[in-house]
């Protein structure tokens, strides 16, 4: 079956301006989550929702970053005025709804290389 | 300190052998564990889970808690050049939920 896809999968924009990455979960999946990946780390976490619910955002960098995911599939995560320290890979992942200690257990996308020039 | 810690490696090992990885975590109240595969360019993928102490096999990974010493780790027996790739150690800290924190990963080399 198809696995998580996100789209675009390279983004170029110019500092400034603002982007929004997409992403669709594995059919089924309740759980979405955000992650954001610099080169020769692991994944940092961003975000994450049950179903269209915004459980925690605490890893957002600040106020320029949002996501939504309104009718609890396709989600976007939205960066505004986007500045070069944004540049980076973003990741998404998602789950089926896990209560307990599997919530770990998440299947990711291909990612979305951003560079802000 | 890092909440999840990881040796960068590269760690090398010849074929036939069996690789030793580590991670080490600050959050005593941390209840799963997780170790993710990451190939070069690609997206990471769940090899292995454990919640308890001890040793859960799988295959040729063994994953191996002590929840005492706040240690967890993979070992790779029968290692194949196939099994070249940065591993991620992720854990779910104490009121977490489903918030998994990575470690930065230690690159494997298994060598012919």
């Known amino acids: 079956g198809a696995g998580v896809s996100q789209s675009p999968r390279y983004k170029v924009t110019k500092r400034g301006q603002d982007v929004a990455l997409r992403c669709d979960p594995i059919s089924g999946h309740v759980s979405l989550y955000w992650y954001r990946q610099a080169l020769g780390q692991g994944p940092e976490f961003l975000t994450y929702f049950n179903y269209e619910a915004q459980q925690d955002k605490s890893g957002l960098p600040n106020d320029r970053f949002s996501a939504e995911r309104p009718e609890g599939s396709i989600s976007t995560l939205t960066i505004q005025r986007t500045e070069q320290r944004d540049s980076a890979m973003y990741r998404c992942?998602?789950?089926?709804?896990?209560?307990?200690?599997?919530?770990?257990?998440?299947?990711f996308g291909p990612g979305t290389r951003l560079t802000v020039t | 300190q890092k909440e999840v810690e990881q040796n960068s490696g590269p760690l090398s090992v010849p074929e036939g052998a069996i690789a030793s990885l580590n991670c080490t975590y600050s959050?005593?109240?941390?209840?799963?564990f997780f170790w993710y595969r990451q190939y070069s360019g690609k997206s990471p993928e769940l090899i292995m889970f454990i919640y308890s102490n001890g040793d859960k096999e799988d295959g040729r990974f063994t994953a191996q808690l002590n929840k005492a010493s706040q240690y967890v780790s993979l070992l790779i027996r029968d290692s194949q050049p196939s099994d070249s790739a940065t591993y991620l150690c992720a854990v779910i800290i104490s009121g977490g939920y489903n918030k998994l924190i990575f470690g930065a990963g230690t690159r494997l080399a298994v060598h012919p």
């Open positions: 992942a998602s789950s089926p709804l896990f209560l307990g200690p599997r919530g770990g257990e998440q299947y």
């Open positions: 959050d005593r109240g941390s209840q799963s």
